[in-house]
């Protein structure tokens, strides 16, 4: 089978310089940019930079920067996708353990507009270590700023050649933190004012909001893929249909994307943070309450669940008529990202194994669920029970053999000295419940204080060990009354 390699010589300005070479950029980002080049006249090329040194894997360049994304899933209409796209816009590739002075001299390109970066949730840190002449610098801020400061001297601190930062490292206010960072060690490397000054005056870091799944290469389905191609390529990257960037910066970022026209799901925003909220509240909200109730009912993947009529009701009407109501967004914006998620959860082509996204239940739990139930409490003056519920089921895998367990030790080591009480009649339901809700190092506060809570907690937790999983979630449901629901 032939090789996948860039056909003819392709030569774009380069734009975009970006810090990263893992699928998820590959697959999100870069496909964004070549999708921007070829409607709207973005005429951007990328250069990849791989921060972390001397790899083993092959470089981009291999290919000529050519390479395939494979999207597929659920479409708006319901129907399953699958479409094949070659990459056209990254140029090269730098591995900066071989390549400090190539990279060195990328600050140099005249062209260059834009800088992105997805270096894990830990990469942008500081420390006091990084030297300015270090090759290259342990950290990325430091890797950035010795690099933004090349640039900075170079055109003699030009304000027009000042960049518009787009980091997509999944934490809070990530352009802020990004920006902060790099302005440590411009002090912490004495670089002067004036490069301060351009910084903070003639670049543009932007927090953004990621969303899409990037399961990476599929291995597994390379031979039939190869046939359907007609090539091979080693860095194919596969995507869901879904994706969503969300920038919060000023209206001039959409012109200088060229997103007018685009059809793409890309959105400047004022405030990120309602959409961050959106995003923890359905998506991952909606994988938390989830999850422990399937599992429970012996389920193992989030496409088993929604096939599943119990724990899909179970879902559907958690998210319509308990996690939308209590976010602080309109219906008009909650549903249709809602039904978005349902369709992403039934995508046939991901199997997200319902074990896996159990990891770490309770600190996901008290991130993701716990606001929607005390906010639905205070706006209604009662508990969401099917919310209760999925926290009662959530206990229930903390008594073990269910799966494998990985939690704060803390935790573990709680659940494991309660459950060993309750089983022998040492500790009630109730008790079991108001200890728990009491936990102010996980909850921030002693939940024994909403009214009703461990009673409702209670009640949920005898229910599940009492009648089973399965019976206790189909008489909730059967309980329950039921307003029309809004999600399909």
């Known amino acids: 089978m032939q090789a996948l390699h860039r056909e003819a010589p392709f030569a774009l300005p380069i734009r975009v310089v970006q810090f990263g070479q893992g699928n998820f950029l590959r697959g999100f980002i870069d496909w964004q940019i070549d999708l921007l080049n070829e409607r709207c006249g973005l005429n951007a090329g990328v250069v990849i930079v791989r921060p972390t040194l001397r790899s083993p894997a092959p470089l981009l360049d291999v290919q000529g920067g050519v390479y395939t994304t494979l999207v597929r899933g659920i479409d708006e209409r319901g129907e399953v996708v699958k479409e094949y796209r070659k990459i056209q816009c990254v140029q090269r590739e ?12 990328l600050a140099h390109e005249p062209d260059l507009q834009f800088v992105v970066s997805n270096t894990t949730e830990a990469g942008i840190a500081i420390n006091d270590t990084d030297r300015y002449d270090d090759r290259p610098q342990d950290s990325f801020p430091g890797k950035l700023t010795r690099w933004l400061h090349e640039r900075f001297r170079h055109f003699n601190g030009a304000a027009d050649k000042g960049l518009l930062v787009l980091p997509c490292e999944l934490i809070d206010d990530n352009g802020k933190a990004l ?11 004495s670089l ?3 490069f301060s000054c351009w910084i903070d005056q003639s670049c543009t870091f932007c927090s953004t909001l990621v969303d899409r799944i990037v399961p990476g290469y599929p291995a597994a389905e390379m031979a039939e893929i190869d046939v359907e191609l ?3 390529d080693q860095f194919l990257v596969a995507a869901e249909h879904f994706y969503l960037l969300l920038i919060e910066g000023p209206a001039w970022v959409g012109d200088a994307l060229k997103l007018k026209g685009s059809g793409l799901n890309i959105q400047l925003v004022e405030d990120i943070k309602p959409y961050k909220q959106r995003k923890v509240g359905v998506l991952n909200g909606a994988h938390t309450t989830m999850v422990p109730v399937a599992l429970l009912a012996g389920l193992s993947t989030v496409g088993e669940a929604m096939k599943d009529a119990d724990v899909e009701r179970f879902l559907k009407e958690a998210l319509d008529q308990e996690i939308i109501p209590a976010l602080p967004l309109p219906r008009t914006e909650l549903d249709p990202f809602a039904a978005d998620v349902l369709r992403r959860f039934r995508n046939p082509y991901i199997q997200h194994r319902l074990a896996s996204i159990a990891l770490n239940s309770c600190s996901k739990f008290a991130a993701r669920v716990m606001p929607q139930i005390l906010a639905y409490q205070r706006l209604n003056g009662r508990l969401p029970q099917r919310l209760v519920f999925a926290l009662a089921a959530t206990m229930h895998l903390y008594r073990g053999g269910v799966i494998d367990l990985a939690d704060e030790p803390s935790h573990l080591a709680w659940f494991d000295a309660a459950w060993q009480l309750q089983q022998q009649g040492q500790k009630s339901w109730a008790q079991f419940a108001a200890e728990w809700l009491a936990r102010m190092s996980l909850w921030g506060e002693d939940l024994n204080q909403v009214p009703g809570f461990a009673a409702a907690l209670a009640e949920s937790l005898r229910s599940i060990a009492e009648a089973g999983p399965r019976p206790a979630l189909q008489a909730l449901n059967k309980q329950l009354s039921l307003e029309p629901a809004v999600l399909a």
């Open 94 to 105: 730098i591995d900066l353990g071989d390549a400090f002075d190539e990279y060195l001299l």
């Open 179 to 189: 920006k902060a960072a790099v302005q440590h060690f411009a002090t912490l490397w």
């Open 192 to 194: 002067g004012d004036e």
């Open 230 to 232: 007609g090539y091979h």
